[in-house]
T-cell receptor, first 118, second 110 residues
């Protein structure tokens, strides 16, 4: 099946610094990718939709100036957490859709990036 | 507004079939039923999806009722590695993004 990778798999940073997370579709092209956040013992929450060649769209309550998204190519989207705070510590997961039969879409998820802000 | 209802948790004996139910009584005619699972500290893994016919692949079977208001994911011979949170999704966003509910935590016991 299709593969989505993320880098790094885990990162520790100091409060006030910025962290960049990469999401790559390895064997297919994705004009759209999605970024999710997952806090402990909770489900995945969609943060934003990354669009190749255009601005990302953010879910309500997600600060676009804090979570910068760039989708510079058909296989790469990046999420930069700016001026990180301890409350930004979470598990960040990206995904990319691949069209299936009919009007269905299968989402392929990356392995996730665990961010810890100290 | 969750469009699916799943039990919070279930147990299954190793080697037995695991049957995970999902209610989606407000599903629209063109909405698919998707199943994903998430093993601890990993990204979700696609399992199977269907529209109205029953589906089977190497991982699982999906049984959808005739009125499409509910479905069951069947893992025919559960192993300890099948312990995970299983998500039934019918709510797909405008860009085909997946909207996750709370899911069912399946524990396979030896």
């Amino acid at each position: 099946g299709a593969v989505v990778s993320q880098h790094p798999s885990w990162v520790i940073c100091k409060s006030g610094t910025s962290v960049k997370i990469e999401c790559r579709s390895l064997d297919f092209q994705a004009t759209t990718m999605f970024w999710y956040r997952q806090f402990p013992k909770q489900s995945l929450m969609l943060m934003a939709t990354s669009n190749e060649g255009s601005k990302a769209t953010y879910e309500q309550g997600v600060e676009k100036d804090k979570f910068l998204i760039n989708h510079a190519s058909l296989t790469l989207s990046t999420l930069t957490v700016t001026s990180a705070h301890p409350e930004d510590s979470s598990f960040y997961i990206c995904s990319a859709p691949l069209a299936g039969a009919g009007s269905s879409y299968e989402q392929y998820f990356g392995p996730g990036t665990r961010l810890t802000v100290t | 507004d969750a469009k699916t209802t799943q039990p919070t948790s279930m147990d299954c004996a190793e080697g037995r079939a695991a049957n995970l139910p999902c209610n989606h009584s407000t599903i629209s005619g063109n909405e698919y039923v998707y199943w994903y699972r998430q093993i601890h500290s990993q990204g979700p893994q696609y399992i199977i999806h269907g529209l109205k016919n029953n589906e089977t692949n190497e991982m699982a079977s999906l049984i959808i009722t005739e009125d499409r208001k509910s479905s069951t994911l069947i893992l025919p011979h559960a192993t300890l590695r099948d312990t995970a949170v299983y998500y039934c999704i019918v709510r797909v966003g405008p860009n085909n993004d997946m909207r996750f509910g709370a899911g069912t935590r399946l524990t396979v016991k030896p």
